[in-house]
């Protein structure tokens, strides 16, 4: 491995453990103790879009000054703890790494803590082991998600990280918790027409639909549950959301973000999701009929998000803002496809961008770069937890390629 890398690695490592996983989101603004008390945000919904945007576009932080507390987000603890089992992995195979990451025993303690953690975190009220955020957020389109409305996004993120430590600790509280996600998405999803198929929702909330990288992801953790229970209806679920996405998907292999207006756009690193769905659903139930898609989506993907610099793209057709999704979405969609080894160039080019333009001395990964002021507040979810994520498969492939090349 590069040692560059490493070192990257574990000064992101220290300062979440430092934090203790807790942080700022770009989303959170109305858990502003200060705006709850002297703004109506319980009645205007167009007050609380531009609390939420102000907080999320600026480049300054006032989350101190307007006492907005760092907290615990389920989707993080997810992406932590499935960093954690990464990690775990490495250093079972090669325990020299115990140096740089901690000893195999710290970080089996780590996974068990944030386990347990994530379990605690879950939704209440519904049918089945699910998660949302902690904090009320809207989108554009004035939909409002209270605090805690789980999405099936975060809830394939946290019950996918629960059966990797499943299957590395044998605990079978982590798979009973993961395994009930699948009541929620049966039960307390919707499911849309589209093309004849059906479209797993992105909440139990209506108005947020026919998202395919939702219905993707949704479609992942039924063919996780499908591995473990052979129950048929999650496999037919589980299919006909993959049959949607594909025939959504353009003949250049693009997907936009939805399949109606007016989200129509083309990112990078939800197509990184939808491809992460698609080799999920492949692997988990063994049905290989979509593999073309998966290698057209691909093609796209590789083709049209990174320049010859290692700068990330955005969008199809932009660039900025550089959102640090779109860097570590790739280390994690080379891993999934199996990848890296073909594109390893590419992974360390990219990565030491990254490195080198978005990290702070201070170990933690910036949110977005913009043309003009960025924003460098250290968000606990979407920057860091991402970023630890995503670097410890980059660390899984590129020791992998290591011992492969070493006489």
């Known amino acids: 491995m590069v040692q560059n890398k490493i070192i990257s690695f574990t000064s992101l490592q220290h300062y979440c453990e430092k934090e203790g996983y807790k942080g700022w989101d770009p989303y959170d603004g109305l858990n502003s103790k200060v705006l709850q008390k002297i703004l109506p945000l319980k009645h205007s919904a167009i007050l609380r879009l531009i ?8 480049p300054w932080n006032f989350r101190k ?9 389920a989707k993080g603890i997810g992406l932590f703890l499935q960093g954690y089992c990464n990690i775990y992995k490495i250093i079972i195979n ?3 790494y115990h140096n740089e990451f901690g000893t195999k025993e710290d970080i089996l303690q780590k996974i068990h803590y944030l386990s347990d953690l994530l379990i605690s975190l879950r939704s209440k009220g519904y049918h089945g082991s699910c998660w949302g955020y902690n ?10 998600f209270p605090a805690y409305c789980p999405t099936v996004v975060a809830t394939c993120f946290c019950a996918s990280a629960l059966f990797e430590a499943y299957e590395l600790t044998k605990k079978k509280e982590y798979l009973d918790v993961a395994l009930d996600s699948a009541n929620f998405i049966v039960n ?25 990288n939702a219905s993707l992801l949704g479609s992942k953790v039924l063919a996780y549950c499908y591995k473990y229970t052979k129950n048929e209806n999650y496999l037919n679920i589980a299919r006909s959301s993959v049959r949607a996405c594909c025939k959504g998907q353009s003949a250049d292999g693009s997907w936009t973000y939805s399949q109606i207006p007016p989200k129509l756009w083309v990112d990078s690193f939800h197509t990184g999701y939808n491809l992460d769905g ?4 492949e692997e988990l139930t063994g049905d290989c009929e979509y593999h073309e898609n998966i290698e057209k989506g691909f093609a796209y993907y590789i083709q049209n998000f990174f320049n010859d610099d290692g700068s990330p793209k955005y969008y199809n057709n932009k660039q900025y803002p550089i959102d640090i999704h779109c860097p570590g979405q790739l280390l994690v969609t080379l891993h999934r496809l199996h990848k890296y080894g073909e ?20 170990g933690y990964f910036y949110y977005q770069l913009k043309e003009g002021i960025s924003s460098k507040i250290p968000y606990m979810r979407w920057s860091n937890a991402f970023m630890f994520y995503a670097m410890s498969y980059y660390l899984i492939d590129s020791n992998n390629m290591d011992k492969d090349t070493t006489p």
């Open 135 to 144: 904090f009320d957020w809207q989108s554009r389109r004035l939909f409002l």
């Open 51 to 58: 609390v939420i945007q102000s907080f999320k576009r600026s």
């Open 94 to 96: 090669n325990p020299s």
């Open 343 to 362: 594109y390893s160039t590419l992974a360390n080019k990219v990565l030491h961008w990254t490195i080198e333009n978005m990290q702070d001395k201070k």
């Open 188 to 212: 307390d999803l919707h499911l849309d027409d589209y093309e004849g198929e059906k479209m797993i929702s992105y909440s139990p909330l209506h108005g947020n639909d026919l998202v395919s």
């Open 278 to 281: 698609l080799i999920a659903y």
């Open 65 to 73: 000054l307007l006492i907005v507390p760092k907290q615990y987000n």
